[in-house]
């Protein structure tokens, strides 16, 4: 069965970070134009049109047999700033869905997302999350994924049910810069 993994989190919880990992395996499309560039807009994330207008799946090819999209919340999309319609979203995938909710250090995102943002917007998430628990997230973790590694991406892809790489080279060089 082909199957959409969405990774999401507040802003600065690691989306960009997961999604360069679970692209790296061939098997999974995704947004792999972060591994030949450091950062990109959330504009331009594969699904982000999708994301903006959730009725724009049924147009959607589902031609591979595992996909990554990657949403931050709050996101932005051509300059405005939405929250994700999860259940919009979601509802209208013809793929089995599975969902991982990414984590970060409290102060460690405070910070980030007032330097970025200007103001903190996790709470913005936060009040998504009750609405989010129907789906049967997994919980991931930015702090896990640079003390851990290659092992960590491993037990997530077992327990997400999707191929992750085994190149540790890789993903050694993708955790090379630490962002905290």
Not at 23 to 48: M, T
Request: glycine letters at 6%; aromatic letters at 12%.
């Amino acid at each position: 069965m082909k199957k959409l993994l969405i990774v999401t989190g507040p802003q600065g919880s690691g989306n960009h970070l997961f999604s360069k990992i679970f692209a790296l395996s061939p098997e999974v499309r995704g947004w792999s134009a972060l591994n030949e560039k450091y950062w990109i807009g959330h504009d331009q994330e594969p699904f982000a049109e999708y994301w903006h207008d959730p009725s724009l799946l049924e147009n959607f090819k589902w031609e591979h047999k595992y996909y990554v999209t990657s949403v931050s919340c709050p996101y932005v999309y051509n300059g405005e700033t939405s929250i994700p319609n999860y259940q919009d979203f979601i509802s209208r995938c013809p793929v089995k869905v599975k969902l991982a909710i990414i984590g970060r250090d409290q102060t460690i995102l405070k910070y980030q997302q007032s330097r970025v943002r200007g103001q903190e917007t996790k709470h913005r998430f936060l009040n998504t999350v009750d609405q989010l628990m129907k789906y049967n997230p997994l919980f991931i973790s930015q702090e896990l994924l640079y003390l851990y590694g290659a092992n960590y991406i491993k037990s997530l892809g077992q327990q997400l049910g999707i191929p992750v790489s085994q190149n540790v080279k890789a993903i050694d060089g993708i955790l090379q810069d630490d962002a905290n």
